[in-house]
């Protein structure tokens, strides 16, 4: 076998938060207490009568042969049910919508299922990484299109259609955006799909913060409630957020019936479902009492003011998020020249706070930091403390870090 990188390998850039997760380690060696925003990773309790039916249904010796890789019947009525009340849409459980390993890997082999090599495809810059490396990994090539504001993305879109060769096969949306924590309204969806039913494109669509929302306007929409949506869009969505079931790994694809068979085709090469007891815990969530949800929302709202007011006092005002669990702030000032990657490796290593760097979401990123609302009150509150240190002894060259 000849040395070197595998193709698919070479193909993608080092991981850029991995440079910070390496700081992260080491200081955690050391013994140092880090304040960590750097990762969506919830914090909060799987409410417990998910975790009860988890336990009820893993007693039972038939739960723990092979499941059904395209999902169970009754997660996927369930995620059917959960369209139909949330968005008044109606979804065929058998032929609109496949169960995934979280949103994340649906993405990724939705993009090996419809892409050959050299597709071009549309997607927001800054956005989470999987929406572009997803398609790479898959052989294709990413038209990036600057998307600051939901209205630059779509000012974008015709200007990126006509310079691209070949022409674009498919364009993605991100609503509530991560890591830019915006919304948008239906005529944004509207707009999506008239465009892309003018230039013939497939609209994949990732909407894993749908019930973590802050104002008291509507809540986000969803594509599919758009007529016709269902002609040529797939949205991915996850458990993982709206009950704090990330290690759960459970999310789905739905709409448009062509795209989620080949779906479903591919999975079924490569896996054999999630654990069935997480499946019907899956469908318990769904099904069950959704106060719960709106306790998480208020939650993720009190840590977002919470942080907005500390961070404010400390000296770098952040800007309110409409939607999702991230704040996605700029550069304090007199920062900028550091850039977004040195900036949260210096923050990490003499203020103990982990940040994730604009540039990793992409090269529009950079000049911006996410924060993500996964630590209590009292640590935001401390970590805006240390903050308020880092950014004063910046400005005096010898002062100690935080690790000392």
């Known amino acids: ?68 890789s395209r999902g169970i019947a009754g997660l996927r009525r369930a995620m059917a049910g959960y369209y139909d009340r949330r968005f ?44 572009a490396f997803g398609f790479i990994m898959a052989g294709g090539v990413i038209r990036s299109v600057k998307a600051h504001s939901p209205q630059e993305y779509l000012s974008g879109l015709g200007r990126a259609y006509a310079h691209s060769v070949p022409p674009p096969m498919a364009m993605i949306v991100c609503y509530p955006a991560n890591p830019t924590a915006q919304t948008v309204d239906l005529d944004f969806y509207k707009d999506v ?11 994949i669509s990732d909407m894993a913060y749908s019930e973590i929302y802050f104002e008291d306007q509507r809540p986000p929409p969803s594509i599919l409630e758009v007529d016709g949506a269902k002609d040529i869009a797939v949205e991915v969505n996850t458990l993982s957020k709206t009950y704090s079931m990330a290690g759960f790994r459970v999310g789905w694809a739905a ?20 654990y069935t007891p997480i499946q019907v815990a899956a469908a318990a969530a769904l099904n069950g009492p959704q106060e719960c949800v709106a306790e998480m929302r208020a939650t993720y709202r009190s840590r977002r003011d919470a942080m907005l007011d500390a961070f404010a006092k400390a000296g770098w005002s952040l ?6 669990m991230f704040v996605w702030a700029p550069l304090p000032p007199g920062f900028e020249a550091m850039g977004s990657l040195e900036f949260s490796k210096q923050l990490v290593e003499r203020a103990g706070v982990a940040v994730a760097p604009g540039v990793g ?44």
């Open 1 to 68: 076998m000849t040395q070197g990188e595998f193709y698919k390998v070479k193909r993608l850039p080092p991981y850029v938060f991995e440079q910070v997760n390496k700081v992260k380690a080491r200081l955690r060696a050391e013994g140092v207490d880090i304040i960590d925003f750097g990762m969506g990773n919830p914090d909060l309790p799987v409410p417990s009568h998910i975790v009860d039916k988890l336990v009820e249904t893993a007693k039972k010796p038939r739960s723990n042969r092979y499941s059904a």
């Open 319 to 324: 800007p309110a998020p409409d939607a999702s």
């Open 88 to 131: 008044n849409v109606k979804l065929d459980p058998d032929t609109e919508i496949v169960t995934t390993l979280g949103s994340k890997e649906g993405f990724a082999n939705l993009a090996q299922a419809i892409t050959a090599p050299g597709d071009v495809v549309i997607a927001p810059n800054p956005s989470y990484p999987i929406h």
């Open 361 to 404: 979401f992409g090269e529009h990123g950079e000049g911006f930091v996410r924060l993500a609302l996964v630590e209590n009150e009292q640590r935001i509150r401390q970590a805006a403390r240390a903050v308020k240190k880092f950014l004063s002894y910046e400005q005096k060259p010898g002062q100690p870090t935080a690790a000392e």
């Open 255 to 274: 709409g448009n019936a062509r795209l989620i068979g080949a779906l479903a085709r591919v999975k079924s090469y490569l896996d054999y479902g999630a």
């Open 193 to 203: 799909v008239r465009f892309a039913k003018a230039h013939d494109l497939i609209v």
